[in-house]
Structure formats: C-alpha cells, structure tokens
C-alpha cells in the first residue's frame, strides 16, 4: 500500500501529529502496536499526572475535570479517545511495526497483523514511538525469575509482602508510596546517594524523604541490585558511591517482590539502522529543530522519540505540542490554522518554560 506518509505510533504525541496530518489534508497511514496511549495504558491507570491538565490537552481541545487537579491515567485515557472520535482518526491499531527500510522514493515499513506481514510505502516517515519501549536492564543473575518486574502494575499485589523497589526517579518514588500506603513492606534501593529533589516530582520527593528518614520505608543509597534470589536481593555499591560503610560489602534484603525502575529506552537502533546522525557521545538523535526531520531526508521524530534514550534527555507532552504542526508544514510547505478556538489552548509552552522537575 502506498501513501505519502506513515505514522508510527499512536500516544499523545502521535495523536496529535495525526490531528495535524489530517487536518491538513495529507494522505497518510497510522501504525500503532497496541491500543492508543499504550504507554499510559501500560501504568497503573490511577497513577497521577505531574503536568497540570492543560499541557497535556491535544489538538486544541481541552481537558476538563471534576477538580481541576492533575489526571490520573485512566482519565487521560478516556480524553484521548475523544479525541480520536472527534477528529475521526484512522488508526491501524494492534499492528506493530516490525522493520523499516529506504526506498529509491522514501521507506518501506513493515507491520505484523495478527501473524501476517504487511508492507507500506511512503515519501515520508514519522517515527512518534515514545522513549519507552524496552526497560533498561540490569543484566543481573535472578532478573527474570518471576517475582521480578521492570514496570509497576499496581499496589494490592504487594499487599502484606516484602517490596524491594529499585530506583530513585518519579515512576520508583510512586511504586513505593502507592504500595506503602497499600500496606506492603517496602524497601528503597538507589544508586545515588540520596533522592534527588531536582530529579523527582516535589510530592513525591517530600513524602520519600520523610518516610525514608523515618525508616518505615528502609532506603539503602548509592547501591544496585547484583543479584536476585527467590527470597533476597542483594545490593552492591553502586559507582556513585557516598555511603560509605556500606561500601564495602554487599547487603541482603529480603523480597518477596522486586521492582526494577531503573527506566527505558526508546527505539534508537531503527534510527541507527536507516543512518540517522546522532550526537556525539549520547543517544540523542540530530535533529532539525524547526522541522523535527532528522539528517534523511524525509524522515521525522515526534514526541518523546525525540530524546532517543530518555536517561539523557526529556521531553514532556507539553513541550511536543508543536511537533506535528512543524512536521505538517516541513511536508506540504504551508502552516495550517492552529488547532481549537480557545487562545488559551495553544499551548504557549517552551522547554525552557516547563522543562523543570514538575512538567
Ligand atoms: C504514570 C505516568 C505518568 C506520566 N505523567 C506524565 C506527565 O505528567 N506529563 C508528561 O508530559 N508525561 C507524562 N508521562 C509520560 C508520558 O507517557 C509521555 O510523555 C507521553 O506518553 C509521550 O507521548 P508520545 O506520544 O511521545 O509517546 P508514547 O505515549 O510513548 O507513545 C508511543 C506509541 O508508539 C507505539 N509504538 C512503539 N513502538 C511501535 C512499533 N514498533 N510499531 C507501532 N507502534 C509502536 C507505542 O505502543 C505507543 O503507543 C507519564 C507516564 C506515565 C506512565
């Protein structure tokens, strides 16, 4: 099947990217691997956004809440398929893109639907897979036993049961708040020496800080996993150092559970594999700020694919708001009308404005 563009994935960002190509006129196809908003859809759907509502409205359309506070998951959720109904969006849904190629005119994308492959041809590609695809592991004895899990599913599982969480970042402080509260045992392992409050969400940072201080939730900084039992894990020093007595020798946790959130990594190597530039020493994919195009020609980033690896770099849905628009106008030549009415909805956002700990 040919087109002139093909889309690849469908959360927030490449919901809106569609918006834009769509709303423009453009012939294209649009590839998600899973539901929209998998990535969201993947949490545990009560978890709390840290952006307030409006960064995180699409297409000029508003979320609306019953307390103006921010949305949990399974609220956005709902918005976003609104949002597809709204604007009528065609989405090959379950159809994950498995391989991609150059053409003498542009790519050649493959998908397996339900075991069979198929193969579309486009001038352009847009790659808005997010920076969440593959959990970065750890490489230790005991990872893939059972109890062990690299995303948080949600707390009553841990009911009554030794947790060790291990991380530092908003989505571990989360993990092991929600499931204290839930009445598990939790323990907190990070490499770092202390939690870091310009990494993390203040929230959560102030409640971590003094539950972790008073030792209802026992924290073993600047240590790593090394390896996993059925019952322990055992900590080593992690390179970060800063603790010294423990330093020296490793440290047996008892676990019934083990939480791995050490975070993930987007897509980089299709990137890689089609000969886009990267810069030097990073994951970070080059690209052309004002039209989102990588260095092939004709092939875009949108969204949190962006940052290729996201240990090293951050995007926030409130930040790739202009993404799609500036894709749209690269390929047709021509700005189109901002999307919505409202004023107050076109997102006079910055990275400078938000990129701070909280967006
Ligand atoms: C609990 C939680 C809270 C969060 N809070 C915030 C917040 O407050 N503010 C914020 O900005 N962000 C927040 N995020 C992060 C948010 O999920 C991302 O910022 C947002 O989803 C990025 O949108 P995106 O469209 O760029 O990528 P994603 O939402 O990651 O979408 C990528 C899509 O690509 C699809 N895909 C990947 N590979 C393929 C393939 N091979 N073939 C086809 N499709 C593919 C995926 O299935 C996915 O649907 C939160 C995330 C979680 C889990």
Same mark, same amino acid.
């Given at each position: 099947?040919e087109?002139?563009?093909i889309l690849i994935?469908a959360g927030p960002i490449g919901?809106e990217?569609?918006?834009?190509?769509?709303h @423009?006129?453009?012939d294209?196809?649009h590839?998600?691997?899973?539901?929209?908003g998998?990535?969201i859809y993947d949490?545990?759907r009560? $978890?709390r956004f840290?952006?307030?509502p409006?960064?995180v409205?699409?297409?000029g359309i508003?979320?609306?809440?019953?307390?103006?506070e921010?949305?949990?998951?399974?609220?956005?959720?709902?918005?976003?398929?609104?949002?597809?109904?709204?604007y009528d969006?065609?989405?090959?849904l379950?159809? %994950?893109?498995?391989?991609?190629?150059r053409?003498?005119?542009?790519?050649v994308?493959?998908?397996?639907? !339900?075991g069979?492959?198929?193969?579309?041809r486009?001038r352009?590609?847009?790659?808005?897979?997010g920076?969440m695809?593959t959990p970065?592991?750890?490489g230790?004895p005991g990872?893939e036993l %059972?109890h062990?899990?690299?995303r948080?599913?949600?707390p009553?599982?841990?009911? !009554?049961q030794?947790l060790?969480?291990?991380? +530092?970042?908003?989505? $571990?402080?989360?993990a092991a708040? !929600?499931c204290?509260r839930?009445g $598990?045992?939790?323990?907190?392992?990070?490499r770092?020496p202390?939690l870091?409050?310009?990494r993390t969400?203040?929230?959560?940072?102030?409640?971590l800080?003094i539950?972790?201080r008073?030792n209802?939730i026992?924290?073993?900084?600047s240590t790593?996993?090394? #390896?996993?039992?059925?019952e322990?894990v055992d900590?080593g020093?992690? !390179?970060? +150092? &800063?603790a010294?007595?423990?330093?020296? &020798?490793?440290?047996?946790?008892?676990?019934?559970f083990v939480?791995?959130?050490t &975070?993930?990594q987007?897509?980089?190597?299709?990137?890689k594999?089609l000969?886009a530039g990267?810069?030097p020493?990073s994951?970070?994919?080059?690209?052309?700020?004002a039209?989102?195009?990588?260095?092939?020609? +004709?092939?875009?980033? @949108?969204?949190t694919?962006v940052s290729g690896?996201q240990q090293?770099?951050?995007?926030?849905? #409130?930040?790739?708001?202009?993404?799609?628009?500036?894709?749209?106008?690269?390929?047709?030549?021509?700005?189109h @009308?901002p999307f919505g009415?409202v004023?107050?909805?076109?997102y006079?956002f910055?990275?400078q404005d938000?990129?701070?700990k909280?967006?």
């Amino acid at each position: 099947m040919e087109t002139d563009v093909i889309l690849i994935g469908a959360g927030p960002i490449g919901l809106e990217t569609a918006c834009a190509l769509k709303h @423009a006129g453009v012939d294209y196809i649009h590839l998600e691997a899973g539901q929209i908003g998998q990535t969201i859809y993947d949490w545990p759907r009560h $978890a709390r956004f840290f952006s307030s509502p409006e960064r995180v409205a699409i297409a000029g359309i508003p979320v609306q809440t019953h307390d103006q506070e921010q949305l949990i998951g399974e609220v956005y959720l709902a918005y976003l398929r609104s949002v597809v109904e709204i604007y009528d969006l065609d989405i090959h849904l379950y159809e %994950p893109v498995t391989a991609i190629e150059r053409s003498d005119t542009g790519f050649v994308v493959t998908s397996n639907k !339900r075991g069979t492959a198929r193969n579309y041809r486009s001038r352009y590609l847009v790659l808005a897979t997010g920076d969440m695809n593959t959990p970065n592991r750890l490489g230790i004895p005991g990872e893939e036993l %059972p109890h062990v899990s690299h995303r948080f599913d949600e707390p009553h599982r841990y009911f !009554r049961q030794k947790l060790l969480v291990v991380g +530092g970042r908003n989505s $571990a402080l989360e993990a092991a708040l !929600r499931c204290f509260r839930a009445g $598990a045992y939790v323990s907190l392992s990070y490499r770092r020496p202390y939690l870091d409050s310009s990494r993390t969400n203040s929230r959560l940072h102030l409640e971590l800080s003094i539950l972790t201080r008073k030792n209802y939730i026992p924290f073993y900084p600047s240590t790593v996993p090394v #390896a996993v039992g059925p019952e322990h894990v055992d900590l080593g020093p992690s !390179r970060y +150092g &800063g603790a010294s007595k423990r330093e020296t &020798g490793l440290i047996r946790v008892d676990a019934d559970f083990v939480l791995l959130l050490t &975070g993930f990594q987007g897509q980089v190597e299709w990137l890689k594999n089609l000969g886009a530039g990267f810069h030097p020493e990073s994951e970070i994919p080059k690209i052309n700020e004002a039209t989102m195009e990588t260095s092939v020609p +004709g092939l875009f980033v @949108a969204g949190t694919a962006v940052s290729g690896n996201q240990q090293s770099y951050k995007v926030f849905v #409130a930040t790739a708001h202009e993404h799609g628009p500036k894709i749209v106008r690269a390929i047709t030549g021509t700005s189109h @009308a901002p999307f919505g009415t409202v004023p107050s909805r076109r997102y006079p956002f910055t990275i400078q404005d938000i990129a701070s700990k909280d967006s």
